[in-house]
């Protein structure tokens, strides 16, 4: 889950990192949403995926 949360971290600093006016840039409008999505996306996974260990 660390692993996720870095990951959304991740996605808000490239959307920070944009140099448009606002973040309109491709960092912000693009890039960094898709990556913090897929944050979110392994963060799920990582919640509702069971384990084989018994």
């Known amino acids: 889950m660390l692993i996720g949360i870095g990951i959304i971290v991740l996605g808000f600093v490239i959307m920070g990192?944009?140099?448009?006016?606002?973040?309109?840039?491709?960092?912000?409008?693009?890039?960094?949403?898709?990556?913090t999505l897929g944050g979110f996306l392994f963060q799920f996974y990582a919640i509702f995926a069971h384990s084989e260990k018994k």
């Open 17 to 35: 990192l944009d140099s448009e006016p606002h973040g309109f840039g491709f960092l912000g409008l693009t890039l960094g949403p898709i990556v």
